[in-house]
Every structure is written in C-alpha cells, then in structure tokens.
C-alpha cells in the first residue's frame, strides 16, 4: 500500500510540471511554452537557436499587462523593449508572460489592453507571485540541453528589478542579475524623492511635507492593509519587501543601471556607500529617462523628440554578465 502511495505521488508530481512547447505561426525566432501545474499555466516565450547550450537571459517586464506578442497584420513580433535580433544568436533570450495577460494583443488594441486589466491578472499582480512564476521557469530551463547551466542571469526593468533582486536572493542557479531603473529601496521611497523635487522648484512646500508624511505612515502600516484586496497586495508586496535588503544576502555579481534623467532611480547613487560590497557595479547612463530615451533639441534649445538607447544598454548588460 505505500508503495502504491508513493507511485501515485510520484506520478501526481511529474503530472503537475509538464511543459508543452510550441510553434506561433508567423512568430520569428522564439517558441512559446507553457508549464502546467496542478493550480496554473506560466508561458513564456524563449529564443529559438538551439543547436548547442548558450548562455541564458531571462528578461522581467516592468508593471502592466503587457502582452509578450504584438500583431500588425501579418507580423508578429516579440514585446523586447531592444531589438531582440541583435542577441538571439549568442545568447538564449525568454521572456514571462504576466499571469492574466493577453499572450498576443493587436498592435493597436496596445495601450486599450494595459488600461483594462483581466480579474486573473489583478489577482496576481504582486511580487510573491512574479517570484514563484520566475522560479518555475529557471526549473524548466535548468533541464533543456540548449541552456548552459553555469551561465543562467536575471535582468529586470523597472518592477522587473524589484522582482530580479527577491528571485536572486535565493536561487543558486542563477549567476549574475541586471536590475535596471528603479529605486532599490521600495515604491514608497520612489514617491518621497519625486516629492522632494518638486519641494525644490515649487511653492507651497507643506502640502508636499504632509504627502511625505503619509507615505512613511502607510509604511509603519503596512501589516495593518487588506492582503485580500488586490491592489493592495501589490501595494504591500512591493514596499515591504525592499530590493536593498536582497542586495545585502545576494554574493553574485550586481549590475545596476539607469538614467540620470530617471527620478525613479535616484537612490541607487547611494548603493555603493550603503552596501560596501565588491559585487556591486553600477553604469550610469546621462541624459537618458526611465526608459532608456533621451530628450533631443535643435540648435535654438527647441524640443524635437527623443532618442533611442534601449539597444545600446542592453548591449552593455548582456556584454557584462557574459564575460567573467
């Protein structure tokens, strides 16, 4: 009878973690695959030049339920904010679909998609679950032949860093991470800095005084909010749990980079001096914003647009994590 037991377990087990791999029509490069577990599905996409093991990138949006697919007519093409093609054939590139979001979306039903969420991505849009889906899917790629084992990296934009930092706290199978724009304490702290800008250009400084003083009160308070409530969980999920503090456990090599035109990213100025730790390693980007644009102008100081520098940073993290 308890060898029974044991087999049905077993058997229950190796049910639950199937991954099912798969062809998109008209989709360049990348196959989707989807790992079923008894209470979930996590797809993800990874790039397709399989002949032998390579080096492996696993890229963590920021916010929203941006679809991993953009359609316009009859191309497809992968929602990289870098021109993916660039990498491919050098490195293996994946990247997670947001539990809830559309796998595919209309290029122009875009931004109508970020701004009507699905009830399941609502219900999941926190750290605790971004880190178990991440987690699940270094499981499945620690087992395929095209991924060398010895060189598997994280690189997380935005709230991509935050969840980058929870993940490599723990997870040995990871050799170096990548966080990129955005602050390396919590959202709360983000808020403070952009309050204080503004205390320096302009008027009615209290108002601003008495936000910030609500923001540090939310803070004593977290414990207190309403896990049940969606969004906030996500509130509490992303304050109380402070990358800085994943930096302090995590003895790989960090890379941070971001803009000096980032508000959002002020504060990894100071990582160096609050951490002390050889591991660190920080490339400041000037000029550049939140996502790696750059404000341009004529020669009168007129503006006339932005410029992109997705490439080129992107170039910067993968040239760093894959020479030792």
Request: glycine content about 2%.
């Amino acid at each position: 009878m308890k060898k029974l037991k044991l087999l049905i377990t077993f058997s229950l087990l190796f049910l639950s973690t199937i991954a099912i791999s798969q062809n998109i029509s008209g989709l360049k490069y990348f196959n989707k695959v989807e790992i079923k577990t008894k209470k979930d599905t996590i797809q993800f996409l990874h790039s397709t030049f399989n002949e032998s093991p390579k080096p492996t990138i696993i890229f963590l949006q920021g916010s929203l339920p941006n679809p991993v697919i953009l359609k316009e007519k009859d191309y497809l093409w992968v929602n990289f904010p870098f021109d993916y093609s660039k990498f491919i054939k050098d490195v293996n590139l994946v990247i997670i679909n947001r539990k809830g979001a559309s796998l595919i979306c209309e290029f122009n039903e875009y931004e109508f998609v970020q701004k009507e969420p699905s009830l399941d991505y609502l219900k999941n849009d926190n750290l605790y679950y971004r880190v178990f889906q991440t987690e699940e899917v270094i499981k499945y790629l620690k087992k395929q032949n095209w991924v060398d084992k010895k060189n598997i990296f994280l690189v997380g934009h935005s709230e991509g860093y935050r969840v980058t930092a929870k993940v490599a706290e723990k997870n040995t199978l990871i050799k170096k991470i990548a966080c990129l724009s955005a602050d390396p304490i919590n959202r709360i702290s983000e808020n403070i800095i952009r309050l204080q800008i503004d205390n320096t250009s302009l008027h009615n400084d209290s108002i601003r005084v008495s936000k910030i003083y609500k923001e540090l009160k939310d803070y004593k308070n977290l414990q207190n909010f309403n896990k049940q409530d969606y969004d906030m969980n996500n509130f509490i999920s992303y304050n109380e749990n402070q990358p800085i503090e994943s930096f302090k456990k995590i003895k790989k090599p960090i890379l941070i980079c971001y803009g000096t035109d980032d508000v959002r990213a002020y504060n990894n100025n100071l990582l160096p001096l609050l951490l002390n730790k050889n591991n660190l390693e920080l490339k400041i980007y000037p000029d550049l914003n939140h996502n790696f644009l750059k404000k341009e102008f004529d020669k009168e100081g007129n503006p006339i647009g932005e410029s992109f520098h997705w490439d080129n940073v992107f170039k910067d993290v993968v040239d760093w994590l894959v020479n030792d």
